[in-house]
């Protein structure tokens, strides 16, 4: 397997954050590593292991399928197999290069598998919440190409209608953006979509919300 940590992409990353508050870039993780992660967590599409996802923190947090509508299940095991303890080690290198590059007092991350079938969908959010100020860096991996819907729209920083990008989700491709800056969205899905989204934060406790 080759190695993700690349202090060039690191470079690239904290520049583009700096300047528009996101990063985008295709073909970031090679396709074997994308199906060896794929595999780690859907095993023939048994879905037993995933909840519905939630909107809101904590014991707050709640379902609402006209806001969201998918499925997720957190990693807690970053050493189960090689491709995981491989992203967990690149998770940590860009954390601490985004931390020092912007001060900023990141001192973990969390992460989940996301899965949206056939009518999933997440309407336009903020990742950090008003009530929870502790996400602070969002990062999305694409482990499929999904071939029609599910592109993420991505709002210029500070509005909620003007679209600053849209990112169709294929294979391999990184999304990187400030947690607090950007309203995103994730349009209605026609085919499969896998991926796994993080969160750098600068609490350390677990809460997973």
Known sequence: MNK???ASKLDHINSALEESSWFFMENYLEDHLCDSLRESFVDKENLASFSKSKIGRGSKSSENSLIRNGLIRWIEDWNQNESL??????LIKMMKSIGSYFRLPLKRFEAQFSIYSKGGFYNRHLDQHQNSRHRHISICLYLNDCEEGGELILYKKGSQSEVEKIIKPRKGTLVVFISKDIPHEVKLVESTRHSITSWFRDDETIPFV
């Open 85 to 90: 303890s491989e992203l967990n080690k690149h």
């Open 4 to 6: 993700l940590i690349d």
